[in-house]
């Protein structure tokens, strides 16, 4: 069964550093290029962040850029994200998605990881 | 950037009723377009991609038009299963996503 299940996600103040992760299985991990979308409370889906299959290549939205970092261990099968100066409005559910090969939309998604920024 | 526009942003409905979805993009996105659906607490799940393209496990109630800018997501007759928040995506330049459309019991 394909499966993405992310962590790391918790409490951090204005400023703060968190690092998310997203565990893969069910697939071969190392083949599929890599996202990160995130959904504020009641409010709806943004794109965050895109890495390649091997790790060389990242997109980010502006809202993001000079701030996340996303990257992946491939001899691990996990995704990662690094949530830099983190501000009020980053605070929403994190999800992990793969993303169908040669196609570019999502085809499975993780249960989804809450960061919430507030001092 | 490309914004995506979804209407309407809430829909009541009942059982059994045809629904229409109506998504639009700031600039032509041949058909790069993507339909999720999302319940409460739940990851989104595709239904429709490259438009029209029925993902493999999905109803055939749903079904997906369009091409350029403006794009439609219908859903035949109306199940309970339905009710939750439908976004339009797009995928021709980076990813964005629609503001979604709500579905709800009429």
């Known amino acids: 069964e394909v499966q993405l299940v992310e962590s790391g996600g918790g409490l951090v103040q204005p400023g703060g550093s968190l690092r998310l992760s997203c565990a893969a299985s069910?697939?071969?991990?190392?083949?599929?290029?890599m996202h990160w979308v995130r959904q504020a409370p009641g409010k709806g889906l943004a794109w965050v962040s895109r890495?390649?299959?091997?790790?060389?290549?990242?997109h980010y939205a502006d809202s993001v850029r000079g701030r996340f970092t996303i990257s992946r261990d491939n001899a691990k099968n996990t995704l990662y994200l690094q949530v830099n100066s983190v501000r009020a409005e980053d605070t929403a559910v994190y999800y992990c998605?793969?993303?169908?090969?040669?196609?570019?939309?999502?085809?499975?998604w993780g249960q989804g990881t809450l960061v919430t920024v507030s001092s | 950037d490309i914004q995506m526009t979804q209407s309407p942003s809430t829909l009541s409905a009942s059982v059994g009723d045809r629904v229409t979805i109506t998504c639009r993009a700031s600039q032509s996105i041949s058909s790069w377009l993507a339909w999720y659906q999302q319940k409460p607490g739940k990851a989104p799940k595709v239904l429709i991609y490259?438009?029209?393209s029925l993902e493999s496990g999905v109803p055939s109630r749903f079904s997906g038009s369009g091409s350029g800018t403006e794009f439609t997501l219908t859903i035949s007759s109306l199940q309970p299963d339905d009710f939750a928040t439908y976004y339009c995506q797009q995928y021709n330049s980076y990813w964005t996503f629609g503001q979604g459309t709500k579905v709800e019991i009429k």
């Open positions: 998605a793969r993303e169908v090969r040669g196609t570019y939309y999502f085809d499975c």
């Open positions: 890495i390649n299959s091997d790790g060389s290549s990242t």
């Open positions: 069910g697939f071969s991990f190392s083949t599929y290029w």
């Open positions: 490259k438009a029209s």
